[in-house]
């Protein structure tokens, strides 16, 4: 069975700075990785995803992964931040050629100050 | 597309009491859907798998007679929480996918159950 951890629950960050929250899994096969927002009180948005082919994956808001096998890696990253970018982050995984289900992360709660 | 609605945003019921949560799929056609419980500042931890026309497949720890979950249609999964007492206050989540071969699951915006 597969799992992932998010070393950070929370990380604090000034407004235009960088950012990368830390996302590592464990699994015997080849996986489908996601990182997900969850604004408060509100469902969960897909932010990008890595399925297969260029490891680096964007999204339109500025936020990037990259996916790195030997160290089962998959973590997040923004060269500035925004105080809209105030969420809660979960990465998840999913094992290839096992059906859709999706295991996550504790989730990491990004807190961009003035 | 792939848009997932929730019915109702918000509820708050009487202990003792039964209540319904509704999902569906907008656009798409939805053969499996995913119940998710979320304590607050926690992660997401899943419930029940449902395919449409079969029984839901609860994930361990899940007591099948208090979450009854329904997946009538390719459009529609509901969640009745019977008996509900404050512990069972929590966020809920629905997610919905093409099938076992879609690689993505589309999420509802969630459903704040309070019992008092």
């Known amino acids: 069975a597969q799992s992932v951890t998010q070393l950070d629950s929370q990380v604090p960050v000034f407004e235009e700075a960088p950012v990368e929250l830390r996302c590592n899994y464990s699994s015997s096969v080849s996986v489908y990785l996601f990182w997900y927002v969850q604004y408060p009180n509100q469902g969960l948005q897909l932010l990008l995803k890595y399925l297969s082919g260029s490891t680096l994956v964007k999204s339109i808001n500025g936020f990037e992964a990259e996916f790195n096998k030997s160290q089962t890696s998959f973590h997040l990253r923004k060269p500035s931040v925004h105080i809209s970018d105030t969420a809660e982050y979960f990465c998840a995984v999913s094992e290839v050629n096992a059906g859709n289900m999706l295991t996550f992360g504790g989730g990491t709660r990004l807190m961009v100050k003035p | 597309g792939a848009v997932v609605s929730q019915h109702p945003s918000r509820v708050i019921c009487k202990s003792g009491t039964s209540v319904k949560i509704e999902c569906r799929s907008l656009?798409?056609?939805?053969?499996?859907m995913f119940w998710y419980r979320q304590f607050p500042k926690q992660s997401l931890m899943l419930m029940a798998t449902?395919?449409?026309?079969?029984?839901?497949?609860?994930e361990q720890g899940v007591e099948k007679d208090k979450f009854l979950i329904n997946h009538a249609s390719l459009t529609l999964s509901t969640l009745t929480v019977t008996s509900a007492h404050p512990e069972d206050s929590s966020f809920y989540i629905c997610s919905a996918s093409f099938g076992s071969k879609s690689r993505e699951q589309y999420f509802g915006p969630g459903t704040r159950l309070t019992v008092t």
């Open positions: 449902s395919n449409e026309g079969s029984k839901a497949t609860y």
């Open positions: 656009d798409f056609q939805a053969t499996t």
